[in-house]
């Protein structure tokens, strides 16, 4: 069974043939941490007073909600006027278009919930519109009301069910015009962008979420939990110091990534990037193709310019 209770309960229609679903949230925030301010000297927390200047604390049946036209000129509104106006609740998710799974720019994206059949009689039917989405790839999209406010549905197969995301309108997204319009149309050097897709070659792998740790917020717990029971408590979280913005020669950069520790052997002259790295993220050099693989190195240096001047091959041979 769910461990939740539903948010959302209709039907899921598509031309004639519908069936009865729940919707239950995706996400859960009980591993974040909340803190309520504390008054140190008496060790009550504090609470707030909704006060009017001039006149001080007012009670709830007094206050309305206001929309602000202009600078201290506001729409009064009571609650009674506002839920005449609520949409009336779409209790059916009418998949009105289908895209392509990529074609929906992660920008949209808003809310994710499991959507499960409510009941044995529509489950043929949720188990066909299932698997004909896995294996058309496309998306589902319609438009239901919650709580009140009307949202964009996305439907696509998730495990043995199906996942509704819920989208943004395009009036709530701000233009990205204004934020990159200063970025240079100047393309990157061709040899710099090879060993930046090299780097991006070696460290590809299948994304695994449990890989990655909310270390801060485990921190903050083992922090409560020591001083919960009475013992001082430090807990440290390793941050990485930021760049300090000094100037960087990025070909060295990009060229040391390649060939420290992990990154894998340092690239091959003439061969692509995934014969350098045989297509493995990394890996150690075998004894035989180490010396082929620094000679090979060593050649494609000759032909290459740094920031301080020809590479040092050349110059050796100059000499």
Request: with cysteine.
């Amino acid at each position: 069974m769910p461990p939740s209770r539903p948010v959302w309960s209709g039907h899921v229609r598509l031309s004639l043939v519908s069936f009865a679903v729940k919707l239950y949230p995706a996400t859960s925030s009980t591993s974040k941490l909340s803190f309520h301010q504390v008054h140190e000297p008496s060790g009550k927390r504090i609470r707030y007073e909704k006060v009017v200047p001039g006149i001080g604390p007012v009670d709830k049946d007094e206050i309305v909600k206001g929309y602000e036209v202009e600078k201290g000129n506001y729409v009064l509104l009571t609650q009674e006027e506002i839920d005449e106006v609520k949409i009336e609740a779409r209790k059916t998710l009418e998949l009105v278009q289908f895209v392509e799974a990529c074609e929906i720019d992660p920008i949209y994206f808003d809310r994710p919930y499991y959507v499960v059949p409510d009941d044995e009689v529509g489950e043929d039917a949720f188990r066909v519109l299932r698997d004909a989405l896995r294996r058309s790839e496309k998306v589902g999209l319609g438009q239901l009301v919650m709580r009140g406010r009307e949202y964009i549905g996305a439907l696509k197969p998730c495990s043995r069910g199906l996942m509704l995301e819920t989208l943004r309108f395009e009036d709530e997204l701000r233009r990205a015009d204004p934020y990159f319009s200063e970025i240079a149309d100047s393309k990157p050097d061709g040899e710099l962008l090879s060993l930046a897709e090299e780097l991006i070659e070696r460290k590809t792998r299948p994304f695994e979420a449990e890989t990655f740790k909310d270390s801060y917020s485990q921190a903050l717990k083992t922090l409560v939990e020591k001083k919960a029971k009475g013992r001082k408590a430090t807990v440290a979280v390793d941050e990485e110091e930021a760049p300090s913005g000094e100037v960087i020669d990025l070909m060295a950069a990009l060229k040391q990534s390649l060939g420290d520790g992990k990154g894998g052997r340092a690239r091959s002259g003439g061969g692509s990037s995934r014969k350098a790295s045989g297509n493995k993220p990394s890996g150690r050099q075998s004894s035989g193709n180490k010396s082929s693989s620094t000679k090979s190195s060593g050649t494609r240096s000759s032909g290459t310019k740094s920031s301080g001047g020809k590479s040092r091959s050349r110059s050796k041979k100059a000499a």
